[in-house]
């Protein structure tokens, strides 16, 4: 069973940084894409990035705007997102996923995903 466990979030004022840590076990982490999205109040979950164990990365640029870094820690089977700059509009829970395919942007292609953490940017 494909387990992702998500780490890192909390309140950071404005202009601060982050980094949001997913664990996972040894066979997602060599066999499936992880990427990050995240979901806002009453707003619908959306691609922030995703990495291959190749290191192929995407990301939403609209969102990022160079702002946050996806990369993977191989010793550690864990993925991580940097996020500096951060702002009020990036207050959302952050989830990581695991898909099999590429590094695609829906929500729908990927079959697991975490539990999420928190991230709240004061103004």
């Known amino acids: 069973q494909v387990q992702l466990q998500e780490s890192g979030g909390g309140l950071v004022q404005t202009g601060g940084s982050l980094r949001l840590s997913c664990a996972a076990s040894?066979?997602?982490?060599?066999?499936?894409?992880i990427g990050w999205f995240r979901q806002g109040s009453g707003k619908e979950r959306k691609f922030v990035a995703a990495?291959?164990?190749?290191?192929?990365?995407?990301y939403d640029e609209d969102s990022v705007k160079g702002r946050f870094t996806i990369s993977r820690d191989h010793a550690k089977n864990m993925v991580h997102l940097q996020m500096n700059s951060l702002q009020p509009e990036d207050t959302a829970v952050y989830y990581c996923?695991?898909?099999?395919?590429?590094?695609?942007?829906?929500?729908?292609?990927?079959?697991?995903w975490g539990n999420g953490t928190l991230v709240t940017v004061s103004s």
């Open positions: 996923a695991a898909t099999k395919f590429g590094t695609p942007s829906s929500p729908r292609l990927y079959d697991y």
């Open positions: 040894e066979r997602t982490f060599k066999t499936r894409v």
């Open positions: 990495i291959s164990w190749s290191g192929a990365i995407a």
